[in-house]
C-alpha cells in the first residue's frame, strides 16, 4: 500500500468487511459495536469506513479492517457494490455518522469484501471508533446500522455459491481436525442438515482429506479418527475440470 502522506478521505466511497469465523458449533461473523450517541441506535454493525483518494479499493478494506478489529493479512474476496440512496437513512445512523464525519449527509456507495478464517488464530482489538470486536453467531444477527444486514446475507448467500465449487470451508477449520467438524462447518454454512453418511462417502471419494491414522486424546466419547486437508489431490481435482464440491 503506498498512501501520500496528505492524503484525503474519499466521504462517497467506503468499504465493509463480513468476516466469517468457526468455532467447532457454527458458523460466526465478526461485528464491531460503534460508541453510541444515544440509546435508541442500532450499535452493531460491519467492520467498515470512508477510503482515501490515494487507495486502491483492496488496500482500503485492509487498512480499515485492521484499524478497527487490529486483524491484518487476511485474504479479503469482493461481493460486490452497495449503492441504495436509502442506505445511510435511518435517524439513529445519521444521528452516529453527524459524530464521526465531516460530511454526513453524503451519498455513500461502500464496496463490501467477505474471508473466512479460523477465529482460533484470530484476536480481535477493537480501536477508532469501534468501541468492541467481537464474534457472534450468523445465526443469531437478525438486524444491523445501516444496510450491513443486507451485506452479510450477500456474503452468506456467495460463501454458499463457492463451496458448491471449492472446499473454501477448510480455511475456517485448524490443520488436522475430525470429520464431525467438517461436517458440522458445512451445516453451518449451508443452514440445513446434512446426511452423516452420504457427507462422509462424499468427502472420502473425493479424496480431498486425509487420514492422520492416530485418534483424539482426552476427549468424554469415543475418539475419532483425525484428518487433514489433502491439497494435492484437490488441486489434481481441479486440473482435471472436477468442480462439484457441493451437497
Given at each position: 500500500?503506498?498512501?501520500?502522506?496528505?492524503?484525503?478521505?474519499?466521504?462517497?466511497?467506503?468499504?465493509?468487511?463480513?468476516?466469517?469465523?468457526?468455532?467447532?458449533?457454527?458458523?460466526?461473523?465478526?461485528?464491531?459495536?460503534?460508541?453510541?450517541?444515544?440509546?435508541?441506535e442500532e450499535n452493531?454493525?460491519?467492520?467498515?469506513?470512508?477510503?482515501?483518494?490515494?487507495?486502491?479499493?483492496?488496500d482500503a478494506a485492509?487498512?480499515?479492517?485492521?484499524?478497527?478489529?487490529?486483524?491484518?493479512?487476511?485474504?479479503?474476496?469482493?461481493?460486490?457494490?452497495?449503492?441504495?440512496?436509502?442506505?445511510?437513512?435511518?435517524?439513529?445512523?445519521?444521528?452516529?455518522?453527524?459524530?464521526?464525519r465531516q460530511y454526513?449527509?453524503?451519498?455513500?456507495?461502500?464496496?463490501?469484501?467477505?474471508?473466512?478464517?479460523?477465529?482460533?488464530?484470530?484476536?480481535?482489538?477493537?480501536?477508532?471508533?469501534?468501541?468492541?470486536?467481537?464474534?457472534?453467531?450468523?445465526?443469531?444477527?437478525?438486524?444491523?446500522?445501516?444496510?450491513?444486514?443486507?451485506?452479510?446475507?450477500?456474503?452468506?448467500?456467495?460463501?454458499?455459491?463457492?463451496?458448491?465449487?471449492?472446499?473454501?470451508?477448510?480455511?475456517?477449520?485448524?490443520?488436522?481436525?475430525?470429520?464431525?467438524?467438517?461436517?458440522?462447518?458445512?451445516?453451518?454454512?449451508?443452514?440445513?442438515?446434512?446426511?452423516?453418511?452420504?457427507?462422509?462417502?462424499?468427502?472420502?471419494?473425493?479424496?480431498?482429506?486425509?487420514?492422520?491414522?492416530?485418534?483424539?486424546?482426552?476427549?468424554?466419547?469415543?475418539?475419532?479418527?483425525?484428518?487433514?486437508?489433502?491439497?494435492?489431490?484437490?488441486?489434481?481435482?481441479?486440473?482435471?475440470?472436477?468442480?462439484?464440491?457441493?451437497?
Amino acid at each position: 500500500m503506498s498512501l501520500n502522506k496528505n492524503h484525503q478521505i474519499n466521504p462517497k466511497i467506503s468499504t465493509d468487511c463480513v468476516i466469517f469465523g468457526f468455532d467447532n458449533e457454527g458458523l460466526q461473523v465478526l461485528l464491531i459495536e460503534r460508541k453510541p450517541v444515544s440509546d435508541r441506535e442500532e450499535n452493531n454493525a460491519l467492520p467498515g469506513d470512508l477510503i482515501y483518494d490515494d487507495e486502491d479499493l483492496d488496500d482500503a478494506a485492509q487498512r480499515v479492517l485492521k484499524e478497527l478489529t487490529g486483524l491484518s493479512d487476511i485474504f479479503l474476496e469482493q461481493i460486490g457494490a452497495f449503492g441504495s440512496p436509502d442506505r445511510l437513512s435511518k435517524p439513529e445512523d445519521k444521528k452516529w455518522l453527524e459524530s464521526v464525519r465531516q460530511y454526513p449527509d453524503e451519498r455513500v456507495i461502500t464496496i463490501a469484501y467477505y474471508s473466512l478464517v479460523n477465529k482460533n488464530l484470530y484476536k480481535p482489538q477493537a480501536s477508532s471508533f469501534a468501541q468492541s470486536a467481537v464474534w457472534v453467531p450468523v445465526s443469531e444477527v437478525t438486524t444491523l446500522a445501516f444496510d450491513h444486514f443486507e451485506i452479510l446475507k450477500a456474503a452468506l448467500k456467495q460463501l454458499r455459491s463457492k463451496i458448491k465449487t471449492q472446499p473454501v470451508g477448510f480455511n475456517l477449520l485448524p490443520a488436522q481436525f475430525v470429520l464431525s467438524d467438517l461436517h458440522k462447518l458445512y451445516e453451518s454454512i449451508l443452514g440445513r442438515p446434512l446426511d452423516k453418511r452420504n457427507f462422509r462417502r462424499k468427502i472420502n471419494k473425493l479424496g480431498i482429506v486425509e487420514s492422520l491414522n492416530k485418534k483424539q486424546t482426552g476427549v468424554p466419547h469415543k475418539p475419532s479418527l483425525i484428518y487433514k486437508f489433502n491439497e494435492e489431490n484437490y488441486q489434481r481435482l481441479v486440473e482435471e475440470g472436477y468442480d462439484n464440491f457441493g451437497f
